[in-house]
């Protein structure tokens, strides 16, 4: 059974970094397509970023790209999302999805930021 447990959320103030982690368990995820999504309050889901396992391709919303970078580690079977130079409207639950591409996603109970201004 597959599980993803999100940490490293919290509040920071605009301008601020925070790292994002991604624990994966159950499976293999070496041909899984890793990716972060996000969901500020009264608005829909939306993809943030993502990450081949296999080949660390990575593919980035234009709403982040050039301020935040995923990554994985091999070894922890981790996923990580480095956002820096936060804003206000950065602030949502940001949620982990582990897409085997071949059956059902896979998705963590998420991660609260939240950005001052």
């Known amino acids: 059974q597959v599980q993803l447990v999100e940490s490293g959320g919290g509040l920071v103030q605009a301008g601020g970094s925070l790292r994002l982690s991604c624990a994966a368990s159950?499976?293999?995820?070496?041909?899984?397509?890793m990716a972060w999504y996000r969901q500020a309050p009264g608005k829909d889901r939306e993809f943030v970023a993502s990450?081949?396992?296999?080949?660390?391709?990575?593919f980035y919303a234009d709403s982040v790209k050039g301020r935040f970078t995923i990554s994985r580690d091999n070894a922890k079977n981790t996923v990580y999302l480095q956002m820096n130079n936060l804003k206000p409207e950065d602030t949502a639950i940001y949620i982990c999805?582990?897409?085997?591409?071949?059956?059902?996603?896979?998705w963590g109970q998420g991660t609260q930021v939240t950005v001052s201004s």
């Open positions: 159950g499976r293999t995820f070496s041909t899984y397509l």
């Open positions: 999805n582990a897409d085997p591409r071949i059956s059902r996603q896979y």
């Open positions: 990450i081949l396992w296999s080949s660390s391709s990575t």
